[in-house]
């Protein structure tokens, strides 16, 4: 099974400052197609998941452009350029390139 | 509107059987993969099955193999779980979720959740 691990597990943030999550797999995610399988998504408290960005970097619909994902083959990045109240909560990378799909352990993100 | 919900959970005996099913609406169900993901309490997202568009594939993490099963009957816009042999570790928050060709099956829509929990 592929095993996503993501840092940091805990992240204080500041209203209006950038925040920024990593997300490594212990195999590549790149498809034959070219593409990386890589999504993230938000689970606010409460709620069930959202998804934010699909395919390493594109950003889902209805999702603010503070949002945005990068990398490829085994590092991904997920970072909100300014952060906001409302996107408290935990994030969580996901390979979809091989079964059984995983997830990463979770980032949780609160007001400092 | 686009929606899926959840139903048939409950508190069950471990070794017994729940029935779970996922009503979809607004969009065309025929036209997707479907997935359904646990959630145990306190932990992550764990995702268990999927099926494909006209039922043709599941797939199944190795801890349910043999005791669940995913299935869907597209003229009712319906996905089921199955779940036999239960067991404590079953116990979770169990979603259904939509699976998209468009964006590499990312699940773009989730239900609700319907909570399974298994005890005696």
């Known amino acids: 099974d592929i095993v996503m691990t993501q840092s940091p597990l805990s992240l204080p943030v500041t209203p209006g400052e950038a925040a920024s999550i990593s997300c490594r797999s212990s195999?590549?995610?790149?498809?034959?197609?070219?593409?990386?399988?890589l999504h993230w998504y938000l689970q606010k408290p409460g709620q069930s998941p959202q998804l934010l960005i699909y395919?390493?970097?594109n950003r889902a619909s209805g999702v603010p452009d503070r949002f945005s994902g990068s990398g490829s083959g085994t590092d991904f990045t997920l970072q909100i350029s300014r952060v906001e109240a409302e996107d408290v909560g935990i994030y969580y990378c996901m390979q979809a390139v091989q079964y059984p799909l995983t997830f990463g352990p979770g980032t949780k993100v609160a007001i400092k | 509107e686009v929606q899926l919900v959840e139903s048939g959970g409950g508190l069950v005996q471990p070794g017994g059987s729940l029935r779970l099913s996922c009503v979809a609406s607004?969009?065309?169900?025929?036209?997707?993969?479907m997935s359904w993901v646990r959630q145990a309490p306190g932990k992550g997202p764990e995702w268990v099955a999927n099926i494909k568009k006209d039922g043709g594939e599941k797939n199944y993490v190795d801890s349910v193999k043999g005791r669940f099963s995913v299935s869907r009957d597209n003229a009712k816009n319906s996905l089921y779980l199955q779940m036999n042999s239960l067991r404590a570790e079953d116990t979770a928050v169990y979603y259904c979720a939509r699976g998209s060709m468009a964006t590499g099956n990312a699940f773009d829509i989730w239900g609700q959740g319907t909570t399974v929990s298994v005890s005696s």
């Open positions: 395919l390493a970097s």
């Open positions: 607004g969009f065309t169900f025929n036209s997707h993969w």
């Open positions: 195999e590549s995610l790149v498809s034959s197609n070219g593409y990386n399988y």
